[in-house]
Every structure is written in structure tokens, then in C-alpha cells.
């Protein structure tokens, strides 16, 4: 576990400290929510000059497009001769238009909907929860132009997730998490009336709290747990057709092994499990190798594996 938690918390340092960067620009798309109106959507985009394949990146929960683990994906994108949009799921922007939860597959929708028609390749590429989204939308029906989809580090069964998560052990990774998802629902309250007074939601320190004081009431369900039985990827899994990849770390911090012990048997045949022995959430070595040929790197293999998959 102590390996789990330097390679989780060394990228965010060196991120902290020296932060990296990758040519980029604004992007932007709105959806019509049917509780709330127009969303706007935003995002970082990398255009490849000629490129007709194009991979979609989503943030996990608390973090954005700015994301330290999203900037790679953009670089080993750009190195692959594909242009690259990092999604910022509504209101990580701090826009203040409204806030998302971990199986909301409305606005990856909408971002591919709003994608020219030039881009015939689309991968989508999830890290955290947003690999959870990605792997509800892949049994969604995605549109014709995705051909594959990877989910790295995700949470696959959000109840055990958030009971594990809500251990006192968890209680700095937890801190990180919640305070994201407070600037983003402080902005919201800025610019709505919400369900939740912000003075309460700010002092919240549970992520099951958060659920059922914050997610719940704004999106219809019932309590947290009715969230969690409705939104889970993990029983989604078994619908999954298009070519997915899993990559789970046996010593993830944030999404420990157990959690996810019972999701491999749900998956689908068209769903491809990978366990790494080194890595920790979100964050890898350099030369991890996935089994592909070619450089090795997490996205460079993950791209690989798009390739084969295709």
C-alpha cells in the first residue's frame, strides 16, 4: 500500500510544484438539461492538422481538463497524429452551471455530438469516475465513430466504493475529493437557488453524505443509496458491447482492490481486464507495460490497445 500511495501522490506533487503543459485551447458545447436548462459544456482541445481520429478524455471526480493525469493522454494523443478534447463534465470548470455525478453520461454525449463529422475514430478514455462514466455510456449504445473505450482506476460499484472510501484511513484523499466538489457546488449556489443549503454542503465530510444531501435530491433519486443501485457501472458491465479496457492497480489507495473484486465477473465479453502489480490511483511508471507493443507508458499502451481494438 505504501507504493499505492507514492505513485498516487507523486505526480500530483510534481504537478503542484512544476506544472506541465500541453498546447491547447478553449472548447465549448451546450446541452439542454430538462431540470435546468442550458449547461454549457467546456473543454481543452488539441487539434492534430489532418487528423480524422480524435480521443475524448474525462476527468475523475473533484478534478477537470486541467487535471495533472489528463495532460499525458494529450501529449502520447498528439505524438499519435490524433487531435485530443479534455471534457470538463458540467460545472468542473467552476462555471457555476450546474455540478455532475458519477453516471451521468448526458454530457459525453453531447460533447461527441458536438465533434465534427471529420473525426470518423473516437476513443474515449476515462480516468477515476470519469472512467466510470465512460464505461455507463459504453453500455449505452455509443454512437458509430467511438470504437473503443478505457476506463482507468475507475470505481466500478459505488456502494462499496463510498463505504470503503469513507473510512477514517481514507480521510486525505477524501478531503482532496470533497473540497473539489464544494468549489463547484459553491459556484452553482452562486448563480441558483439549490436543494442543499451551501453552509450545510460545505461542511460536509462523507462522501455518502454528499451523495444524499447534494447528488441525490438534484437528480431524482430517492437516497444515496438508490443512486448508487442506478448508477453503478458494475451492473452495467454486462451490456457492454463496443472493445473496452479496464486498468485497475491492486494497490489504488482511492479504489482498493476489494472493492472491485466483484465487478471482473460481471464484465462482458468485449470487456478487457487489466490488473497492474505497480501503480497507484491514477498514477503509473513510466515504462508500465500493458502487453501492447510499442513505447510503454499507460496512454501509449491504452492507444495501442485503441489501435488493435479497432
Known amino acids: 500500500m505504501l507504493h499505492g500511495h507514492i505513485a498516487t501522490l507523486a505526480p500530483f506533487v510534481r504537478h503542484v510544484l512544476a506544472p506541465a503543459k500541453t498546447p491547447s485551447q478553449p472548447w465549448n458545447a451546450t446541452l439542454h438539461d430538462p431540470d435546468v436548462g442550458p449547461v454549457q459544456l467546456t473543454g481543452l482541445w488539441r487539434e492534430y492538422p489532418g487528423a480524422r481520429s480524435l480521443l475524448l478524455v474525462v476527468h475523475g471526480l473533484g478534478g477537470s481538463a486541467t487535471s495533472h493525469y489528463t495532460i ?9 497524429k490524433m487531435s485530443c478534447l479534455r471534457l470538463n463534465l ?4 467552476l462555471s457555476g452551471t450546474d455540478f455532475y455525478h458519477a453516471g451521468l453520461t448526458a454530457d459525453l454525449r453531447a460533447a461527441l455530438a458536438a465533434l465534427p463529422p471529420r473525426y470518423e ?27 473503443a473505450i478505457a476506463s482507468v482506476c475507475a470505481p466500478l460499484d459505488l456502494e462499496r466504493s463510498a463505504t470503503d472510501f ?3 484511513t481514507r480521510a486525505f484523499y477524501r478531503y482532496h475529493v470533497l473540497s473539489g ?10 448563480r441558483r437557488r439549490v436543494a442543499f443549503p451551501i453552509d450545510e454542503a460545505l461542511r460536509i465530510g462523507k462522501i455518502r453524505s454528499w451523495d444524499r444531501h447534494v447528488v441525490a435530491p438534484r437528480f ?27 486498468v485497475a492497480a491492486k494497490a489504488d489507495p482511492m479504489v482498493p482492490e476489494p472493492t472491485l473484486r466483484a465487478a471482473v465477473s ?15 490511483h491514477v ?9 501492447m507493443r510499442g513505447e510503454r507508458g499507460l496512454e501509449r499502451q491504452i492507444l495501442e490497445w485503441f489501435a488493435r481494438a479497432a
Request: proline share 6%; net charge positive; hydrophobic share 45%.
Open 72 to 80: 499525458p493522454a494529450a501529449v502520447a494523443a498528439n505524438a499519435a
Open 166 to 168: 469513507d473510512r477514517r
Open 266 to 280: 460481471q464484465c462482458s465479453a468485449s470487456v478487457d481486464w487489466r490488473w497492474v502489480e505497480r501503480g497507484g
Open 220 to 246: 431524482g433519486f430517492a437516497s444515496a443509496e438508490d443512486y448508487y443501485a442506478r448508477a453503478s457501472a458494475i451492473f452495467a458491465l454486462p451490456s457492454i458491447a463496443r472493445p473496452t479496457l479496464v
Open 90 to 93: 458540467r460545472g468542473a470548470d
Open 283 to 291: 498514477g503509473f511508471p513510466p515504462d508500465l507495460d500493458l502487453g
Open 121 to 147: 475514430h473516437i476513443y474515449v478514455l476515462g480516468y477515476s469516475m470519469g472512467g466510470h462514466v465512460a464505461l455507463r455510456y459504453a453500455a449505452e449504445s455509443p454512437e458509430a465513430r467511438v470504437r
Open 181 to 190: 466538489l464544494k468549489r463547484i457546488y459553491a459556484r452553482v449556489a452562486k
